[in-house]
């Protein structure tokens, strides 16, 4: 019934942006939505979430003040728009939706994940 979709990403230099979106089937408001990245040779971290109804917005250390996660229902989309890219960014990036009581900033807040995408940031 969950189903999570990924599109965007792709190839950009040292302090271009991106954006990767996450069509989201089946999805209420009792659900956080994030997104996680995992880098050849690393563990996948959390990069950014959301709760599908709104409200607080939470990011990596690394990432706060260059990402920003929203959500369009109109669309049935959750995006995370990446800006002031930088190298340390380049990974697979994982749309994930878990139940809104679970850890947030966490894989193991997360029992629904769609495909990987890729985002490469040149020097």
């Known amino acids: 019934q969950v189903q999570l979709i990924p599109s965007g990403g792709g190839l950009v230099e040292a302090g271009g942006s991106l954006r990767v979106s996450c069509a989201a089937s089946?999805?209420?408001?009792?659900?956080?939505m994030g997104w996680f990245r995992q880098a050849p040779g690393k563990e996948r971290e959390f990069v950014a979430a959301?709760?599908?109804?709104?409200?607080?917005?939470y990011y990596k250390d690394s990432v706060k003040g260059r990402f920003t996660i929203s959500r369009d229902h109109a669309k049935n989309t959750v995006n995370l728009q990446m800006d002031s890219l930088v190298p340390a960014d380049t990974a697979v990036y994982y749309c994930?939706?878990?139940?809104?009581?679970?850890?947030?900033?966490?894989?193991?807040?997360?029992?629904?994940w769609g495909p990987g995408i890729q985002v490469t940031v040149s020097s």
């Open positions: 994930a939706a878990g139940p809104s009581w679970a850890s947030i900033n966490t894989s193991a807040g997360y029992n629904y």
């Open positions: 089946g999805i209420a408001n009792g659900y956080n």
């Open positions: 959301i709760r599908w109804s709104g409200g607080p917005t």
